[in-house]
């Protein structure tokens, strides 16, 4: 029980960590992904341009003719996208970009580098990022170097999507050059292309690209570029070991970006890695009112698990126990406590079931030890057994009466022969007697004392009927013929 107890409380302590963070505000929130522009469907990122106004009617009529028809005829069409007007050239080039013939991926690589039209050359690589051929890598990292933004962000999209080794290189190199004066002196323009090269690292999933990321982006006054970052770190900087990312979350703290420095105070409160001091209290002293409450929280939780560091290494086995206990949050605790306290109530109703079969089996054993004392021995039942068999012989052994044939018995009706002298009953001396009465003397007399003992009975016997009603009634039943009584002799 009590072993079994302490086992469960041991694990629930190697399990839980040994420096919680301590209670204080909440981590920032998870930062969603800003919208991507290689997520929506490419004919709404790249409308088809619309039909040129003033242009060569051959080209106009040539290039309605090959819109109308069922195969596309690609010659023709890469002919148009060489017109000296930007319009024909570009809807020439989206109608190219349709088609999945041979030569068609081949020819808007070309367009996409060499076209003079920007817009030709946005609608070659927007082709190019719908196909997603890992052919296209050098038209991509080629097209991250145009002057069209368009151009750029669909060239950093179908690096992300290629996922060669050689795209972080051309990304971060990108994200490393400066912004153009454009985006510069307009801090709410969004940089698309730079966004996109940023979820482009992300899809890559490579967290060793971080710290060059960061390094590389200014997010002073481009909200949509700093949430692109915060997205990259705190999808890629877990999958890093903990000192690891402890390291590259404190290179982070004097990042320009509010909302990566937020990120990287909450995460370090998670880690509490005992390095991380000295850069917190550095932190904690210019930090702003904002960041404060985090900043202070991951120092907490740093030196509270130096603390105990140092406490395990000094202490004895039983003061780590007790020093993990108490470092424990009261949740982890009540949970310890029930899973100790289940183990307890498992072991007793074990140790009292075991008894209840060991009593049960002794009393088992008893019983089968007082049946073999009563029993009879077998030598006991082997002479009652002899004993018996001996008798069964004996009666065997005795002669068996001898019966009168079944064709020499009497019948039941048989009469004796008038010859035959019934012999006198012993004791009784029949001379001297005087002769028997005839049938009616006999009579005569039964009927006279039938009066007699009528008349002077009656009060005592009853009436007549009443005299003759059991007699009639016995006279009536179905043995009265053999059953009714011999009158008395005289």
């Not at 080629?142 to 179908?158: H, I, M, P, Y």
């Not at 029949?430 to 005839?438: I, K, N, S, V």
């Not at 009528?454 to 059991?470: C, H, K, S, V, Y």
Request: hydrophobic share 45%; glycine share 6%; charged share 20%.
């Amino acid at each position: 029980m009590a072993p079994s107890a302490l086992c469960c409380l041991l694990l629930v302590l190697q399990s839980a960590p040994q420096d919680p963070t301590p209670e204080g505000p909440p981590p920032a929130a998870k930062i969603a992904a800003p919208a991507d522009p290689a997520k929506t469907d490419p004919a709404q990122a790249d409308p088809a341009p619309s039909e040129p106004a003033a242009a060569d009617p051959t080209e106009v009529a040539t290039l309605k003719r090959l819109e109308q028809g069922k195969d596309l005829d690609v010659p023709a069409c890469v002919a148009l996208t060489r017109s000296n007007n930007p319009a024909v050239a570009a809807r020439a080039t989206w109608l190219l970009g349709r088609s999945h013939l041979d030569g068609v991926q081949a020819a808007l690589r070309e367009l996409a580098t060499g076209a003079p039209a920007a817009e030709t050359r946005a609608q070659a690589m927007a082709a190019l990022l719908r196909a997603g051929h890992r052919g296209a890598l050098d038209t991509a990292l080629a097209g991250l170097d145009d002057s069209e933004v368009r151009v750029r962000t669909s060239a950093a999209q179908l690096l992300g999507r290629i996922a060669d080794p050689r795209s972080a290189t051309g990304l971060l190199a990108f994200l490393s050059r400066p912004r153009s004066p454009g985006a510069a002196t307009e801090p709410n323009t969004p940089a698309s292309d730079a966004v996109a090269a940023l979820l482009a690292l992300h899809d890559l999933g490579r967290p060793e690209h971080l710290l060059p990321a960061a390094s590389a982006v200014s997010t002073s006054g481009q909200p949509s570029l700093g949430q692109a970052l915060v997205y990259l770190f705190q999808d890629l900087s877990p999958k890093l070991p903990p000192s690891d990312e402890a390291k590259v979350l404190v290179a982070t703290l004097d990042h320009s970006e509010v909302l990566l420095r937020k990120y990287a105070l909450s995460r370090l409160a998670v880690l509490a890695d005992p390095t991380t001091t000295a850069a917190l209290e550095r932190c904690l002293a210019g930090v702003g009112p904002g960041l404060r409450p985090l900043a202070e929280t991951a120092l907490q939780a740093a030196r509270r698990h130096a603390a105990n560091t140092d406490l395990a290494a000094a202490a004895g086995p039983w003061q780590q126990i007790q020093a993990r206990w108490q470092a424990l949050p009261q949740r982890s605790q009540m949970l310890a406590g029930s899973l100790a306290g289940l183990c307890t109530l498992a072991g007793l109703a074990t140790w009292f079931a075991w008894r209840r079969k060991r009593a049960a089996a002794a009393a088992a054993a008893t019983g089968d030890e007082l049946s073999d004392l009563v029993q009879p021995s077998a030598e006991h039942l082997a002479e009652l057994e002899a004993e018996a068999e001996a008798a069964l012989a004996a009666a065997e052994a005795l002669p068996e009466d001898e019966a009168l044939p079944q064709d020499e018995a009497l019948p039941e009706d048989a009469a004796l022969p008038q010859d035959c002298e019934v012999p006198p009953i012993e004791g009784e001396d029949l001379a001297g007697e005087p002769p028997m009465a005839t049938e009616d003397e006999l009579g005569t007399e039964a009927t006279a004392e039938l009066a007699t003992y009528t008349e002077d009975d009656a009060a005592e016997n009853g009436t007549e009927a009443e005299l003759e009603e059991p007699a009639m009634a016995w006279s009536n039943s179905p043995d009265a013929e053999e059953e009714q009584p011999e009158p008395p002799r005289r």
